[in-house]
């Protein structure tokens, strides 16, 4: 995979040395208006039971690392088929949908939120600076590894980690 920018419009360019994750994080916040958990947040609400976390990443990046009881999605699955094969276990549930940066998750929990809510009362987030973040914080449960998606997004996962005081 390599940075596409017209798959990224409106984010900044992760090749940009100056561009940090909060950046990315602030971008997506604006393009993409849904709920947002941070990796705090999320932490404590994996404590409890009633939350689903959905991974939004290829197969290739699942492999390489991935939170325990998350279930992988394919970024491009539609609406419909997300709700016949999810839909009933959602309801009454916390819907955390996480990616590399947040982009992907963002833009999936933009696009079944509403038929989840269809569906009956249920909550729906993206997480906050996605796995980038939680790895950089050192979150528990701990990733193993991390796929950087791309070489581009891969300098600037390097850049966070480097600018983490506890990694």
Same mark, same amino acid.
């Given at each position: 995979m *390599?940075? &596409?920018p017209e798959h990224c419009a409106g984010l900044p360019d992760p090749r940009d040395p100056a561009v940090t994750l909060a950046h990315v994080e602030q971008?997506?916040? *604006? &393009?993409h208006p +849904?709920?947002? +958990? $941070?990796?705090?947040?999320?932490?404590?609400?994996l404590a409890s039971a009633g939350t689903v976390l959905f991974d939004v990443r290829t197969e290739a990046e699942f492999r390489v690392?991935?939170?325990?009881? /998350?279930? *992988?999605?394919?970024? /491009?699955?539609? $609406?419909? !088929?997300?709700v016949a094969l999810h839909g009933a276990?959602?309801?009454?549930? #916390?819907? #955390?949908?996480a990616c590399? #940066?947040?982009?992907r998750s963002a833009r999936l929990a933009e696009r079944v939120g509403p038929a989840l809510s269809a569906l009956g009362p #249920?909550? +729906?987030?993206?997480l906050l600076g996605g796995l980038f973040r939680w790895y950089a914080e050192a979150r528990r449960p701990a990733l193993p590894a991390l796929h950087p998606f791309?070489?581009?997004?891969? $300098? &600037? &996962?390097? !850049? $966070?980690? !480097?600018?983490?005081?506890?990694r």
């Open positions: *390599r940075f &596409l971008a997506i916040r *604006r &393009l +849904v709920p947002h +958990v $941070t990796p705090q947040e999320l932490e404590a609400l690392g991935h939170l325990p009881g /998350a279930i *992988r999605l394919d970024p /491009a699955i539609k $609406t419909e !088929r997300f276990g959602c309801a009454g549930r #916390v819907i #955390v949908f590399s #940066v947040g982009l #249920v909550s +729906v987030a993206n791309d070489q581009a997004w891969g $300098t &600037l &996962l390097e !850049r $966070t980690l !480097r600018a983490q005081p506890s």
